[in-house]
């Protein structure tokens, strides 16, 4: 039968602190190999501790208040029967906190009291009759789920009888037919109160006292405005003590005084489990007790697990028990001696008892246990993977909460846990951690320093590049104003290179007329050439003319020699014919001189003008060609001159973006001071880590 859980964890309240395992008196009902402990409900007792241990409300009980309202709601037919330990928890308002319920719609209430005092009449049954070793109490479920789970060699010494509650059940079921119809809320100090009624099928709600005054408070409601209703059992004597640690060695006193002796009261999770542990030994060496009077709760169960009185004094819980017990006491024997008054209330109880009504079988759940040890060679395993090699690495330290190594182990083989949450596992990684860390903080440290150097640099840099980025709107600027400027030469250039084209045109037209006059001088001079050659021609007609002539005149002076006086006039006509021809030869060798001085002059300027005809061409096709450029040299400055405006456009663009870069600039010098400062701050950080460490 698989156990029904007792205790809820909130995961989102849970900082896996562990504390809750270190309270556990088992231990391995905690998981804590996840980032949040959970519990293995068929593990747990139920004792409640890890609840009260919980400062960060991780941790609560569970009970069955949302239950009963809603069958109260749906008119469900419900008793109660209220524990002893509620005139603690509601000092002077008990058969008030009867009222309540009644309001809610609960039809009729006992007190657990008197079945405590039938539960101390089962167990002197169960002696008088077995004549056991030795006896267990078992009021408290935590207890009976231990033996049960973790220690069930002892279950045969457990009282095989009822607890006071389901004394109390079982005693309404038999001797109040009434009441068979209807179920019964059992008004409880106990979280693990429910498994005891799950197990044994008596009792249908666990309501635990802490959910009664949570209602209260947040229905703004004080149990003083209630009024009081009666219990309908019969009330008890001194067992209303039951809840009180040694609650029942006082009542066996009343009756089996010779029993109480041998009687051991023990309570406490931290004191009960582990004596437990210790009994077998005991009882192999007969030093035991006859009854062991125990309880979980350290106070009680005035101060259980379903209470809001766990930080409360001993005196102040027990204070109103022994109160109400004295007065019940005093109902018995107020006119009867104590003998009259024992006999009177064992004859009240011997009618609301019969043999095996009252039985309790247990059950032996340790195979639920599941949890196997570790062979040697595997503990070693989970030792290194804890990161213990030697003996100086044992702590012990309980900070898992398994208050040994060995245990943790033990956890950690099963599952249960893992060696992250070892606290020398931890010490070893962090100490592992400073000593990477302090590696990385170095070369982190020298990677800082270079930092600052590269930031020196950087504001440098970027310091350049402000005053650069000043200078060059500066200059884009000025080269705006020297383009226009240029522009404006280039316009002046395209107008003197159209006036120079016009103009070369005009001297490429005087030119080609020039060559022509050229041609036609050239034609003039061949002819002049030609004219001398003809009177280089008469002129030696004339030289030879002139020759003969002479020749004529010397005959002819020879022979007026011959004719003496006769011929002296002939002689004077010849002498003047030879001296006309000697001057016509004469003037024709002066004539031909000139006339082969101008033919050459004539040759001369034919060469001449031949040449300069051939120059005046080349001149025209070099005008030709510089006409030509000038027109490709206009349309290249018109070009220019558009060229030019694009780029005075561009410049403009280009000064936007410089301011831009400028800002841009700027902003960054800012940033670089800002990270500068960063970088001093961080470096200042570093060397203070470095002190540290």
């Given at each position: 039968?698989?156990?029904?859980?007792?205790?809820?964890?909130?995961?989102?309240?849970?900082?896996?602190?562990?504390?809750c395992?270190?309270?556990?008196?088992?231990?391995?009902?905690?998981?804590?190999?996840?980032?949040?402990?959970?519990?293995?409900?068929?593990?747990?007792?139920?004792?409640?501790?890890?609840?009260?241990?919980?400062?960060?409300?991780?941790?609560?009980?569970?009970?069955?208040?949302?239950?009963?309202?809603?069958d109260?709601k749906?008119?469900?037919?419900?008793?109660?029967?209220v524990?002893?330990?509620?005139?603690?928890?509601?000092?002077g308002?008990l058969?008030?906190?009867?009222?309540?319920?009644?309001?809610?719609?609960v039809?009729?209430?006992?007190?657990?009291?008197f079945?405590?005092?039938?539960?101390v009449?089962?167990?002197?049954?169960?002696?008088?009759?077995?004549?056991?070793?030795?006896?267990i109490?078992?009021?408290?479920?935590?207890?009976?789920?231990?033996?049960?789970?973790?220690?069930?060699?002892?279950?045969?010494?457990?009282?095989?009888?009822?607890?006071?509650?389901?004394?109390?059940v079982?005693?309404?079921?038999?001797?109040?037919?009434?009441?068979n119809?209807?179920?019964?809320?059992?008004?409880s100090?106990?979280?693990?109160?429910?498994?005891?009624?799950?197990i044994?099928?008596?009792?249908?709600?666990?309501?635990?006292?802490?959910?009664?005054?949570?209602h209260?408070?947040?229905?703004?409601?004080?149990?003083?405005?209630?009024?009081?209703?009666?219990?309908l059992?019969?009330?008890?004597?001194?067992?209303?003590?039951?809840?009180?640690?040694g609650?029942?060695?006082?009542?066996?006193?009343?009756?089996?005084?010779?029993?109480?002796?041998?009687?051991?009261?023990i309570?406490?999770?931290?004191?009960?489990?582990?004596?437990?542990?210790?009994?077998?030994?005991?009882?192999?060496?007969?030093?035991?007790?006859?009854?062991?009077?125990?309880?979980?709760?350290?106070?009680?169960?005035?101060?259980?697990?379903?209470?809001?009185?766990?930080?409360?004094?001993?005196?102040?819980?027990?204070?109103a028990?022994?109160?109400?017990?004295?007065?019940?006491?005093l109902?018995?024997?107020?006119?009867?001696?104590?003998?009259?008054?024992?006999?009177r209330?064992?004859?009240?109880?011997?009618k609301?008892?019969?043999p095996?009504?009252?039985?309790?079988?247990?059950?032996?759940?340790?195979?639920?246990?599941?949890?196997?040890?570790?062979?040697?060679?595997?503990?070693?395993?989970?030792?290194?993977?804890?990161?213990?090699?030697?003996?100086?690495d044992?702590?012990?330290?309980?900070?898992?909460?398994?208050?040994?190594?060995?245990?943790?182990a033990?956890?950690?083989?099963n599952g249960?846990?893992?060696?992250?949450?070892?606290?020398h596992?931890?010490?070893?990684?962090?100490?592992?951690?400073?000593?990477?860390?302090r590696?990385?903080?170095?070369?982190?440290?020298?990677?800082?320093n270079?930092?600052?150097?590269?930031?020196?640099?950087?504001?440098g840099?970027?310091q350049?590049?402000?005053h650069?980025?000043?200078?060059?709107?500066?200059?884009?600027?000025?080269?705006?104003?020297?383009?226009?400027?240029?522009?404006?030469?280039?316009?002046n250039?395209?107008?003197?290179?159209?006036?120079?084209?016009?103009?070369?045109?005009?001297?490429?037209?005087?030119?080609?007329?020039?060559?022509?006059?050229?041609a036609?001088?050239?034609?003039?001079?061949?002819?002049?050439?030609?004219?001398?050659?003809?009177?280089?021609?008469?002129?030696?007609?004339?030289?030879?003319?002139?020759?003969?002539?002479?020749?004529?005149?010397?005959?002819?002076?020879?022979e007026?020699?011959?004719?003496?006086?006769?011929?002296?006039?002939?002689?004077?006509?010849?002498?003047?014919?030879?001296?006309?021809?000697?001057?016509t030869?004469?003037n024709?060798?002066?004539?031909?001189k000139?006339?082969?001085?101008?033919?050459?002059?004539?040759?001369?300027?034919?060469?001449?003008s031949?040449?300069?005809?051939?120059?005046?061409?080349k001149?025209?096709?070099?005008?030709?060609?510089?006409?030509?450029?000038?027109?490709?040299?206009?349309?290249?400055?018109?070009?220019?001159?558009?060229?030019?405006?694009q780029?005075?456009?561009?410049?403009?663009?280009m000064?936007?973006n410089?301011?831009?870069?400028?800002?841009?600039?700027?902003?960054?010098?800012?940033?670089?001071?800002?990270?500068d400062?960063f970088?001093?701050?961080?470096?200042?950080?570093?060397?203070?880590?470095?002190?540290?460490?």
């Amino acid at each position: 039968m698989k156990l029904t859980p007792v205790v809820r964890v909130i995961d989102e309240k849970c900082v896996n602190c562990h504390q809750c395992i270190s309270v556990c008196p088992v231990k391995i009902c905690q998981d804590g190999s996840g980032s949040t402990v959970k519990i293995n409900h068929d593990l747990c007792i139920g004792c409640g501790s890890c609840i009260t241990a919980c400062t960060h409300g991780a941790r609560k009980g569970i009970d069955d208040w949302e239950s009963l309202i809603a069958d109260l709601k749906s008119n469900k037919k419900i008793i109660a029967i209220v524990a002893p330990s509620a005139a603690s928890s509601f000092e002077g308002d008990l058969l008030r906190v009867n009222g309540f319920l009644s309001t809610l719609g609960v039809k009729s209430f006992f007190d657990v009291s008197f079945g405590a005092e039938l539960t101390v009449y089962s167990y002197l049954q169960y002696i008088r009759k077995a004549k056991p070793k030795m006896v267990i109490a078992q009021p408290c479920p935590a207890i009976v789920n231990y033996i049960e789970i973790y220690q069930p060699e002892l279950l045969p010494y457990l009282a095989p009888a009822d607890s006071p509650m389901l004394h109390t059940v079982k005693m309404i079921r038999q001797w109040y037919p009434q009441f068979n119809e209807y179920k019964i809320a059992v008004i409880s100090p106990c979280i693990a109160k429910k498994r005891e009624f799950e197990i044994t099928g008596f009792g249908d709600y666990n309501i635990t006292f802490s959910s009664i005054e949570t209602h209260l408070e947040n229905a703004k409601q004080q149990l003083s405005s209630f009024a009081e209703v009666d219990f309908l059992n019969p009330p008890a004597e001194r067992a209303a003590l039951f809840s009180t640690p040694g609650g029942l060695l006082t009542t066996i006193k009343r009756e089996a005084p010779e029993q109480a002796e041998g009687i051991r009261k023990i309570e406490g999770p931290h004191v009960i489990y582990e004596y437990f542990k210790m009994l077998p030994e005991s009882l192999k060496r007969n030093r035991h007790p006859f009854i062991i009077d125990c309880l979980n709760c350290e106070k009680g169960c005035n101060g259980g697990t379903g209470t809001n009185k766990k930080e409360a004094s001993v005196d102040e819980l027990e204070g109103a028990i022994a109160e109400r017990a004295q007065k019940l006491k005093l109902n018995y024997s107020s006119k009867l001696s104590d003998k009259q008054a024992s006999k009177r209330l064992n004859r009240l109880l011997s009618k609301h008892w019969k043999p095996d009504l009252y039985s309790r079988q247990y059950e032996d759940r340790s195979k639920s246990n599941g949890i196997t040890v570790p062979t040697e060679k595997e503990k070693q395993i989970i030792f290194h993977r804890m990161l213990k090699y030697e003996l100086k690495d044992f702590y012990n330290c309980s900070s898992c909460g398994y208050n040994s190594c060995e245990t943790m182990a033990l956890a950690i083989h099963n599952g249960l846990n893992k060696p992250e949450n070892c606290h020398h596992y931890q010490t070893a990684k962090i100490e592992k951690a400073q000593t990477n860390a302090r590696s990385v903080t170095e070369r982190l440290h020298d990677r800082i320093n270079s930092a600052n150097e590269l930031m020196s640099q950087l504001r440098g840099i970027v310091q350049q590049m402000s005053h650069s980025s000043a200078e060059q709107g500066t200059s884009i600027g000025q080269s705006s104003a020297a383009i226009e400027e240029m522009m404006s030469s280039i316009q002046n250039v395209d107008r003197l290179v159209q006036e120079r084209y016009e103009m070369m045109n005009s001297l490429h037209e005087g030119t080609q007329s020039g060559i022509e006059s050229f041609a036609q001088t050239v034609e003039s001079v061949q002819r002049v050439h030609s004219s001398v050659e003809k009177i280089q021609e008469f002129n030696e007609t004339i030289h030879s003319i002139a020759s003969r002539t002479n020749l004529l005149a010397m005959n002819a002076a020879i022979e007026a020699a011959h004719a003496g006086n006769a011929g002296k006039g002939f002689a004077v006509v010849s002498d003047e014919i030879r001296k006309l021809a000697e001057e016509t030869a004469e003037n024709a060798g002066l004539i031909a001189k000139d006339l082969m001085k101008v033919a050459g002059d004539v040759e001369e300027t034919q060469g001449v003008s031949k040449n300069a005809s051939f120059g005046m061409t080349k001149i025209m096709d070099q005008l030709t060609t510089v006409a030509s450029s000038f027109q490709e040299l206009a349309f290249t400055m018109k070009e220019m001159s558009s060229g030019t405006t694009q780029i005075v456009q561009a410049l403009g663009v280009m000064l936007q973006n410089s301011q831009r870069v400028e800002d841009s600039v700027n902003e960054v010098s800012n940033l670089v001071k800002k990270v500068d400062n960063f970088y001093v701050d961080l470096h200042k950080i570093s060397e203070d880590n470095l002190k540290e460490l």
